[in-house]
């Protein structure tokens, strides 16, 4: 994969975010960007969520408990789709 710096990640998933394709089976308006966003670095980058909480100035927990609220209540296959999305486009 080419340079996977928070940022470049960042830029690429708030691209793919904004495409209305995704938006076929869930409420664009219901969907945590935010919280996809911190799933899609942590699972990209594979860091800690002390270390993505110090890059966004947050408690640990506070990323931990966002990027769990993305693998349920219809969320966790969005949130996989917008990874896969972003690995693609980061390549």
């Not at 919280?35 to 408690?59: C, E, H």
Request: overall charge positive.
């Amino acid at each position: 994969m080419a340079n996977l710096t928070t940022e470049s990640i960042s830029e690429s998933t708030k691209k793919i975010l904004c495409d209305k394709k995704l938006y076929k089976d869930i409420n664009f308006f219901e969907v945590p960007h935010n919280k996809v966003l911190l799933a899609v670095i942590r699972s990209i980058t594979k860091k800690s969520f002390a270390q993505i909480g110090k890059d966004y100035k947050k408690s640990w927990f506070s990323i931990y408990a966002s990027v769990k609220d993305t693998q349920k209540n219809g969320l966790k296959s969005f949130t996989n789709k917008v990874i896969e999305l972003v690995r693609e486009d980061l390549k």
